[in-house]
C-alpha cells in the first residue's frame, strides 16, 4: 500500500472514530432531503415564508435533491431557526472532536435590483450558543451570538443603481441577480455540553412589495481532513474503499 493510500486510511478512520463516539452528530445533518420530513428540525417564522426547493434558474442544492429557500415577499422579514418541538438545536457532545465545525451554503438572491438607495434589503446569520447544566447543577458555558454571514442588495447593486458586482449573477434563481451558493465554517468544537443553533432571517428595507430571499443547504457537522478538505460525519457505517494506486 502506498504512503498516499495509508494517509487517506488513517484520515477516514478518524472521521469513522469521531462518528462512533459521537453518533448523535450525524443525525445533526440537516440538508432538507429525504427521509427526513421537510423542514425537519427547523422553525420557520412564519410558517409559509420558507420553501422546499429543487432546483431554480441557475441555482441547484448542493446537496442534492432540495434545498431552502426563505422569502421576504410580502412580509417584513422571513425566519428560519435550527430546532423545532423535537430537537431543540444541536448539543454538542462532551468527548467531541477540537476541530468540529458546524457547515453551511448559503446564497443570497434580489429583486431590489435597479431599485435606488432606499431598498436595500438585507439578510443574516447568527449561531447561538445556549449554556447548559450538568446533573448537579453546575452550569457549562454561556450564551454567545456569533454573527456567520450577512447580505445585502447593496453589496449586488451598491445603491441599487448601476451595474452589479462582478461576483452576481444576473437572473439566478429566477430573481434580478444575485450571489451563488458559497460554503460557510463556524468552530462548534470549543462548545462541548452546550447547545447550538442557527438563526437565519432575509428582511424587506421600507416596502413588503418587492422580494429578497436566502437559500441554504448542506448543514453538517464535519471538519477539514490533513489535505485542507472538509469532510462531514455521516451516518454510513463503513469508510469508504481507497482507490489503488495501479
Request: charged share 10%.
Amino acid at each position: 500500500m502506498s504512503r498516499i493510500n495509508k494517509t487517506v486510511l488513517a484520515v477516514v478512520a478518524l472521521i469513522t472514530l469521531s462518528l462512533a463516539a459521537n453518533p448523535a452528530l450525524a443525525q445533526n445533518n440537516l440538508t432538507f432531503d429525504p427521509p427526513l420530513p421537510p423542514l425537519s428540525g427547523w422553525t420557520p417564522l412564519p410558517a409559509t415564508c420558507v420553501t422546499i426547493q429543487t432546483l431554480l434558474p441557475g441555482l441547484a442544492p448542493t446537496t442534492p435533491p432540495n434545498f431552502a429557500l426563505l422569502s421576504n415577499n410580502g412580509i417584513r422579514q422571513c425566519n428560519l431557526i435550527q430546532g423545532d418541538a423535537a430537537n431543540d438545536g444541536i448539543l454538542i457532545p462532551a468527548n467531541a472532536p477540537p476541530n468540529l465545525l458546524l457547515h453551511v451554503d448559503l446564497a443570497f438572491l434580489s429583486n431590489e435590483i435597479g431599485s435606488g438607495p432606499l431598498f436595500n434589503d438585507t439578510a443574516e446569520v447568527f449561531l447561538t450558543v445556549l449554556p447548559t447544566m450538568t446533573a448537579s447543577g453546575v452550569p457549562i458555558g454561556f450564551s454567545k451570538s456569533v454573527r456567520v454571514a450577512s447580505f445585502s442588495r447593496n453589496m449586488i447593486q451598491p445603491g441599487g443603481l448601476g451595474p452589479i458586482a462582478s461576483t452576481a449573477v444576473v437572473g439566478l434563481g429566477g430573481f434580478s441577480a444575485g450571489f451563488p451558493f458559497a460554503p460557510y465554517f463556524i468552530p462548534v468544537g470549543e462548545f462541548k455540553g452546550q447547545r447550538v443553533f442557527l438563526t437565519l432571517t432575509v428582511r424587506n428595507a421600507i416596502d413588503t412589495s418587492v422580494a429578497s430571499a436566502l437559500a441554504v443547504d448542506s448543514v453538517s457537522l464535519g471538519n477539514f481532513n490533513s489535505y485542507g478538505g472538509y469532510t462531514h460525519i455521516s451516518s454510513d457505517p463503513e469508510p469508504p474503499t481507497p482507490r489503488r494506486n495501479r
